[in-house]
């Protein structure tokens, strides 16, 4: 398999092997990285792989998806990354990413038993392995220098924890993070990660990201990295879990299912979008958003439209804040029928010019629901107190503010006789002050996270200072 970048010049050849993106974010070009064509499952096919997911497993299940995209690691290791990762030691069921029935048609996906209790585990768990393993055969080494206001640097942490050959430098704004979160990520002690809380915002802290990596030749001399979630490996490892849903949810390849996705950068729906390009024969895929809603926004409109900062709201659901969505480029690709030059040009000239383009008279939009089955909807504060409180009272079911935007949007998009999927993004004690406020109770503590706010941790308040950074990140590269 190989890959091309969403901004390729018609004609180009240029061509990459799944290794070779493994470790880089964007393509030089400033694209993202797809497949060349995305591998087809037959209805035969698809009933094997339920079997394989019901009598062997998930991790299995894992591998036969994976090895359509990587032929550049040996089948056995690829098999043995994906049984090292996906195991019920870490991510608690058998079944790795178990169902459960709401009102009638309508189930939860539980993607947030790993690790940091957020779904980011599901591929970031996958990334930690693979990149000790391509280190280790290339003897190179990684730092990993981030910005996180939560839930990515935390399931980074606990992916690269240990590893050999990776270091981990995480900036997170000083005293904005919920207490638990900065427990979970201030209490490792591994000696390779390093937690950098500045005193600012999230901004300064991607500030201080960028700095960095535009300085190319400090990039290169200090082996500099990321994993944010344009990274092709974190798209693949999600497309597992569509699979496993809707082997849960049917009983034959005639069945068709809908997934509703809480989406911030749509990279978690992309990796559905890969999915049903693949076949699995999924009806609609429902992008919710919160108040942030440039992306639902476009599904309605065909206008895409970027936010500046006073645009963009700090919500209760607030790893779904965001100003653009990064893997969304990915997706217009396809719509456009893969003219990479086109967007380039949307991407590229008309983002970068006027900060927002507009396809509501490109013949191309309309497919987008038709072809591609995409539908959206938004949901608010009010609408994820009211998602909290219900779903408590019918179900006894406790879901956090980003799954219950997933659950109102779900209930909008409804088809009938066919099963509608959300995905469980994270546990609700992440989020607790808005549980509290919904239910007027402290949110379900799963086993094993009694205490962690009273645990020792190991953090270094700094300033905004990127010759500071640099020199720490220089210092402790050896
Ligand atoms: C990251 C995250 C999202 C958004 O996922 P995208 O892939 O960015 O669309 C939603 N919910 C939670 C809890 C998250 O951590």
Same mark, same amino acid.
């Given at each position: 398999?190989?890959?091309?970048? !969403? ?22 070009? *400033? ?32 591998? =036969? ?19 090292? !990762? ?18 009638? %048609? ?7 038993? %790993? ?23 290339? *003897? ?33 704004? &000083? ?83 809908? +997934? ?5 950068? +749509?990279?978690?729906?992309?990796? %559905? &979008? ?14 919710? !958003? ?7 926004? +476009? ?16 919500? #209760? ?8 969505? #990064? ?28 900060? &927002? ?16 089955? +995409? =539908? #959206?909807?938004?949901? !608010? ?15 006894? =079911? ?81």
């Amino acid at each position: 398999m190989n890959y091309l970048s !969403t901004r390729s010049p018609a004609g180009s050849t240029e061509r990459k092997r799944f290794c070779e993106i493994l470790l880089e974010g964007l393509a030089p070009d *400033g694209g993202l990285y797809l497949p060349e064509t995305y591998p087809q499952i037959s209805a035969a096919r698809l009933e094997e792989l339920r079997q394989v997911y019901k009598s062997q497993g998930y991790a299995d299940l894992a591998f =036969e998806v994976l090895s359509l995209f990587i032929d550049d690691i040996p089948a056995e290791d690829l098999r043995a990354l994906c049984r090292k !990762t996906y195991t019920q030691a870490v991510f608690g069921t058998a079944e790795i990413v178990p169902l459960r029935p709401l009102e009638s %048609g309508l189930w939860l996906e539980a993607l947030s038993n %790993g690790p940091t209790l957020a779904f980011k585990d599901m591929a970031m768990q996958l990334l930690g392995n693979l990149f000790e393993y391509e280190l280790a055969r290339r *003897g190179e080494e990684l730092n990993i220098f981030g910005a996180t206001s939560g839930d990515t640097g935390s399931a980074a942490e606990y992916a690269m924890r240990g590893k050999k050959g990776v270091r981990v430098f995480m900036t997170s704004p &000083h005293g904005r993070m919920s207490p638990f979160q900065q427990a979970q990520m201030f209490s490792l002690q591994d000696a390779n990660i390093h937690n950098l809380a500045v005193k600012g915002v999230f901004d300064d802290c991607q500030d201080l990201v960028k700095a960095v990596s535009n300085d190319l030749e400090y990039k290169r001399r200090y082996k500099i990295g990321t994993v944010n979630s344009i990274n092709w490996a974190r798209l693949l490892a999600q497309v597992v879990y569509y699979f496993a849903g809707y082997f849960q949810c049917t009983s034959n390849a005639t069945e068709r299912v809908s +997934f509703t996705v809480p989406s911030g950068n +749509f990279g978690n729906v992309c990796a %559905g &979008h890969v999915a049903r390009m693949m076949g699995l024969p999924i009806h609609k895929l429902v992008v919710a !958003t919160n108040e942030n809603d440039v992306l639902d926004e +476009f599904f309605r409109t065909g206008v895409y439209r970027v936010r500046g900062t006073a645009d963009t709201h700090e919500t #209760s659901s607030p790893s779904m804040d965001i100003s653009k969505a #990064s893997n969304f480029e990915r997706f217009v690709f396809d719509l456009l029928g893969r003219d990479g030059d086109q967007t380039r040009a949307l991407f590229g000239d008309a983002l970068n010019k006027t900060g &927002h383009f507009d396809l509501s008279e490109h013949p191309a939009f309309a497919q987008a629901a038709a072809r591609y089955g +995409f =539908e #959206s909807g938004k949901s !608010t504060h009010s609408n994820r107190l009211t998602t909290i409180q219900d779903t408590y009272q019918r179900f006894n =079911e406790m879901v956090d503010t980003h799954t219950a935007d997933g659950i109102k949007v779900a209930r909008e998009h409804l088809t009938p006789g066919v099963p509608m999927v959300v995905l469980e993004t994270a546990l609700p004690i992440k989020f607790a002050a808005t549980i509290v406020e919904a239910l007027g109770r402290e949110p379900v503590r799963p086993a094993g996270f009694e205490g962690i706010e009273a645990l020792p941790k190991r953090v270094q308040v700094i300033e905004a200072d990127v010759s500071w950074v640099k020199n720490y990140i220089a210092s402790h590269c050896d």
